[in-house]
C-alpha cells in the first residue's frame, strides 16, 4: 500500500497500520525511511515560519533554511533513534516484549503520521504567526502524535508477557 494512503488509514485505525508494518518483517532500511520522510516533511513545514522571521528581523533566509537543515535532517533522526531506543527500554521495565526496531518503528510512524498537521501547523506560524491559532493546531499536532505513538506501542508490544 503507497505511503500516503498508510497515513490516512492510520488516523481512523492506526493498529491495523501498524499491525501490517510489523508483519512486513524487521527492516531498518525502512524504518530509517520512514523518520526521513517524517523530518524531511518537518523541514518543509518550517519554510513558512523562518520566511516570517526573515522578513520581520531584516535576516537572510538561507541561513536560518540551513541551520533548519541541519537539524532536521541530519541530527533529528539520530535522536529519533536514540528516543525509540530508550522507549524500548522502557517498555521492558513496565513488562513490555516490544523489540529494538518495533519500539523504534512505532516512533518513525507516528511521526509521519503526524507530519500532514505540521505542515498546517507551518503554515498557520507564517502566514498567521503567534497566537491562539498556532496553539491549537500544535496541541491538536501533538495529541496525534501521542495518539498514534502510544497505539503503535500497544501493537508492538506494551504490556503484554
Sequence with gaps: ???TTDIVAAYRGPRTVFRRL???G????????????????????EWPRLAREAHL??????PLLGGSLMAWIFIAPLVFYAIGTLSQFVLRIFGGTASGYAARLALFWAWLVASPIKLLHGLVAGFIGPGPGLTAVGAI?????????????REAGWGRR
Design 1 to 3: 500500500m503507497p505511503v
Design 26 to 45: 524487521a527492516n531498518e532500511g525502512r524504518a530509517l525511511a520512514i523518520v526521513m520522510a517524517g523530518c524531511a516533511i518537518f523541514f518543509i513545514s
Design 22 to 24: 510489523l508483519a512486513m
Design 141 to 153: 499536532w501533538l495529541l496525534v502524535f501521542l495518539w498514534v505513538w502510544a497505539s503503535d506501542l
Design 57 to 62: 528581523t531584516d535576516q537572510e533566509l538561507n
